[in-house]
Structures are given as structure tokens and as C-alpha cells.
């Protein structure tokens, strides 16, 4: 696929207007768009406390069912002895990636 000289000129040459567009906001408009920012920011962040909080509710909760089939392996059948064994296996190396990803390589 070949592209025009023109066409890519024309793409570089837009670049420094765009650029200086974007830093002619006046006062009133930055701070508004940095506030915005910050809204967007604070609500992320909630919304990662919240599901957060809503996988350490629903952890333990997976894991005591999921041991509870395995346990008693002899009085479910084996499909649902073979899901909660993926379950809890699920939930073991989820917590461990969580863990590295977000908590030890934070820094």
C-alpha cells in the first residue's frame, strides 16, 4: 500500500497547528479541563477500590465452596467436583498475579 508524498506533507505539516491550537486555551479553559481530569481520575479510583472490595467479598466465599465440593468429592458428581477444582485453581493464580502485578511491582 502506497501513500502520496502529498498526503504525508500534508499530515506533518498539520501537526505544529494542531499543537499550537491545543495550547491556546485560555485560564478558565485549562483549569476546566483540569478538573475534569481530576473528576475522571477520583472516579477511576473509586471504582478500582470498589471491585477491589467486591473480589476480596467474593474470594473467600469461592474458596470455602469450592474446598467444600473437593472435600466431599464422593457426594457431587464429577463435573462439578472438576469446576470447583478450576475455581479454586482460578482463583489461586488470579490472587498471585494480582499480587505481583499491582502490590510488589509498584514502585
Same mark, same amino acid.
Given at each position: 500500500?502506497?501513500?502520496?508524498? #502529498?498526503?504525508?506533507?500534508?499530515?506533518?505539516?498539520?501537526?505544529?497547528?494542531?499543537?499550537?491550537?491545543?495550547? #491556546? &486555551?485560555?485560564?478558565?479553559?485549562?483549569?476546566?479541563? +483540569?478538573?475534569?481530569?481530576?473528576?475522571?481520575?477520583?472516579?477511576?479510583?473509586? $471504582?478500582? $477500590?470498589?471491585?477491589?472490595? /467486591?473480589?476480596?467479598? &467474593?474470594?473467600?466465599?469461592? !474458596?470455602?465452596?469450592?474446598?467444600?465440593?473437593?472435600?466431599?468429592?464422593?457426594?457431587?458428581?464429577?463435573?462439578?467436583?472438576?469446576?470447583? #477444582? !478450576?475455581? &479454586?485453581?482460578?482463583?489461586?493464580?488470579? #490472587? +498471585?498475579?494480582? &499480587?505481583?502485578?499491582? /502490590? $510488589?511491582?509498584?514502585?
Amino acid at each position: 500500500m502506497a501513500t502520496s508524498g #502529498s498526503s504525508i506533507k500534508k499530515a506533518q505539516g498539520d501537526r505544529p497547528k494542531q499543537a499550537a491550537t491545543r495550547h #491556546s &486555551l485560555s485560564g478558565w479553559e485549562k483549569r476546566a479541563v +483540569f478538573e475534569r481530569t481530576e473528576r475522571q481520575k477520583e472516579r477511576w479510583f473509586i $471504582l478500582q $477500590l470498589v471491585m477491589g472490595y /467486591i473480589a476480596l467479598a &467474593l474470594l473467600p466465599i469461592v !474458596v470455602f465452596f469450592a474446598g467444600f465440593v473437593i472435600c466431599n468429592h464422593a457426594t457431587f458428581p464429577d463435573f462439578v467436583v472438576a469446576a470447583a #477444582s !478450576v475455581a &479454586l485453581f482460578t482463583n489461586v493464580v488470579g #490472587s +498471585f498475579v494480582v &499480587l505481583w502485578k499491582f /502490590i $510488589l511491582r509498584r514502585r
